[in-house]
């Protein structure tokens, strides 16, 4: 196949993108023959596909089961949580996350990385998401991440359905430190999963602070671990919004750590304007984590919905750009450089976060992973949330869409 009048981000004029065998060979102003299979990009936007970083697969679809999340506080969430995974099935798990993954399909998705709990004796979701991985792996890659929602030491035989799900196949071990009893077992909690990730040569993706506390540090806690370990890029940490809180002599100190250890940080920005600020009056804090200061000092961000119709937050079209768009208004990242970069937020830093990028990126010899944008170039996409016209994976069209057409009188 070739690709014809393509624009490339950070490249002048029109492309063509030879792709044979599912990889691309090459990327030039003009690529000689080649005349059967052309695709005409028409001078639209062509990027790697979108990254979904951190989604809640087990939970989608369940807003409203048995009752809806009124106080639109996290800790709300985690108890209606609790009620509705005593029904599940892994017919019910596996419906609502492929109901799921055909949305983020629709939306240029093509790499996941779920949460999926393990603070249940049974592992029910654990082993329907195991199924569902390999069922849609034709269109999506899925990493699955062992998270005890409800604790590893404040859960009854936490610590050991941890090492069970990494023992079933998950990719990632999770925590959850802010929720546990003490603070003291969410530092225990935080190292726990750090070593059992180490001894089963896993990533770690810890839910890090996901509170309005501004004593809620476990952040220091994952990175310093990283840190003497030399993970690196193979730790995340999520949320991480009582960032948002802390003071700014210790976040300076912080950021320091944070480049040093060089882990990811995920921002969920409408899962977490949703949740945090709830025990605010007024004035109410904003309850993101400070994706602006952390990209200026040059730590990996990645942004993530999270939720789709669950306890903690009821709507979610998984659209990657209507997230960055709540991001770049929150974190007030609207100067016009900021904008262009911003869409590495949703793209390659999501990539990095989930270490795929090896087969990420519109280079020769890598998959032929694409979308094109109904967009001129990142600021056009970002300002219209512009859709997605064409997904390509490993050379195969998997989503072509026509835009609405709309027809109305022109003002003079
Ligand atoms: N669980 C959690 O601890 N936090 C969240 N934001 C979601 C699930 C969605
Ligand atoms: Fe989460």
Same mark, same amino acid.
């Given at each position: 196949?070739?690709i014809k009048n393509a624009k490339l981000r950070g490249k002048q004029g029109l492309w063509q993108i030879l792709i044979q065998n599912g990889s691309f060979v090459e990327i030039a102003e003009q690529i000689a023959g080649n005349e059967e299979d052309v695709l005409d990009a028409g001078g639209k936007l062509v990027i790697p596909p979108?990254?979904?970083?951190?989604?809640?697969?087990?939970?989608?679809?369940?807003?409203?089961?048995?009752?809806?999340?009124?106080?639109?506080?996290?800790?709300?969430?985690?108890?209606?949580?609790?009620?509705?995974?005593?029904?599940?099935? @892994?017919?019910?798990?596996?419906?609502?996350?492929?109901?799921?993954? $055909?949305? $983020?399909?629709?939306?240029?998705?093509?790499?996941?990385?779920?949460?999926?709990?393990?603070?249940?004796?049974?592992?029910?979701?654990?082993?329907?998401?195991?199924?569902?991985?390999?069922?849609? $792996?034709?269109?999506?890659?899925? &990493?699955?991440?062992?998270?005890? &929602?409800?604790?590893?030491?404040?859960?009854?035989?936490?610590?050991?359905?941890?090492?069970?799900?990494?023992?079933?196949?998950?990719? #990632?071990?999770?925590? @959850?430190?802010?929720?546990?009893?003490?603070?003291?077992?969410?530092?225990?909690?935080?190292? @726990?999963?750090?070593?059992?990730?180490?001894?089963?040569?896993?990533?770690?993706?810890?839910?890090?602070?996901? @509170?309005?506390?501004?004593?809620?540090?476990?952040?220091?806690? #994952?990175?310093?671990?990283?840190q003497r370990l030399g993970l690196k890029e193979r730790v995340s940490a999520s949320h991480t919004t009582a960032m948002h809180s802390y003071n700014n002599p210790y976040a300076h100190k912080l950021f320091r750590l944070l480049q040093l250890a060089a882990i990811n940080i995920i921002s969920c920005p409408t899962e977490n304007i949703?949740? &945090?600020?709830?025990?605010?009056?007024?004035?109410?804090?904003?309850?993101?984590?400070?994706?602006?200061?952390?990209?200026?000092?040059?730590?990996?961000?990645?942004?993530?919905?999270?939720?789709?119709?669950?306890?903690?937050?009821?709507?979610?079209?998984?659209?990657?750009?209507?997230?960055?768009?709540?991001?770049?208004?929150?974190?007030?990242?609207?100067?016009?450089?900021?904008?262009?970069?911003?869409?590495?937020?949703?793209?390659?830093?999501?990539?990095?976060?989930?270490?795929?990028?090896?087969?990420?990126?519109?280079?020769?010899?890598?998959?032929?992973?694409?979308?094109?944008?109904?967009?001129?170039?990142?600021?056009?996409?970002?300002?219209?949330?512009?859709? #997605?016209?064409?997904?390509?994976?490993?050379?195969?069209?998997?989503?072509?869409?026509?835009?609405? &057409?709309?027809?109305?009188?022109?003002?003079?």
């Amino acid at each position: 196949m070739l690709i014809k009048n393509a624009k490339l981000r950070g490249k002048q004029g029109l492309w063509q993108i030879l792709i044979q065998n599912g990889s691309f060979v090459e990327i030039a102003e003009q690529i000689a023959g080649n005349e059967e299979d052309v695709l005409d990009a028409g001078g639209k936007l062509v990027i790697p596909p979108y990254v979904e970083p951190h989604i809640h697969l087990d939970c989608v679809f369940t807003a409203g089961e048995p009752r809806w999340n009124e106080s639109g506080t996290l800790f709300e969430g985690i108890e209606l949580w609790a009620e509705r995974k005593k029904m599940i099935t @892994i017919d019910d798990v596996k419906k609502r996350a492929k109901k799921a993954i $055909q949305l $983020q399909i629709s939306q240029g998705i093509q790499f996941v990385r779920s949460h999926v709990d393990t603070t249940d004796p049974e592992l029910t979701a654990l082993k329907a998401l195991l199924e569902v991985k390999k069922e849609v $792996q034709e269109f999506v890659d899925l &990493q699955l991440v062992a998270f005890p &929602q409800e604790g590893i030491l404040s859960f009854p035989r936490g610590s050991e359905l941890l090492e069970q799900a990494v023992k079933l196949g998950a990719d #990632v071990v999770g925590a @959850i430190p802010h929720y546990e009893f003490t603070r003291e077992y969410g530092v225990e909690s935080v190292k @726990i999963a750090v070593a059992l990730a180490e001894k089963y040569g896993k990533l770690v993706d810890i839910h890090c602070d996901e @509170i309005d506390d501004p004593s809620s540090r476990f952040l220091e806690t #994952v990175a310093a671990e990283a840190q003497r370990l030399g993970l690196k890029e193979r730790v995340s940490a999520s949320h991480t919004t009582a960032m948002h809180s802390y003071n700014n002599p210790y976040a300076h100190k912080l950021f320091r750590l944070l480049q040093l250890a060089a882990i990811n940080i995920i921002s969920c920005p409408t899962e977490n304007i949703h949740l &945090q600020g709830r025990f605010d009056t007024f004035p109410k804090r904003r309850g993101m984590t400070r994706v602006k200061e952390l990209v200026q000092s040059n730590i990996n961000v990645a942004i993530a919905q999270d939720s789709i119709m669950d306890p903690w937050y009821p709507l979610g079209t998984n659209h990657p750009l209507r997230e960055l768009d709540m991001c770049i208004h929150v974190c007030q990242m609207m100067g016009y450089g900021e904008i262009i970069r911003s869409l590495d937020l949703v793209t390659e830093n999501g990539a990095k976060a989930l270490r795929v990028e090896h087969e990420y990126g519109i280079e020769p010899g890598k998959p032929a992973n694409l979308l094109i944008l109904d967009a001129e170039d990142e600021f056009d996409a970002i300002r219209n949330l512009s859709c #997605v016209l064409y997904s390509i994976r490993k050379g195969k069209v998997i989503l072509k869409r026509i835009p609405a &057409q709309t027809d109305m009188q022109r003002i003079s």
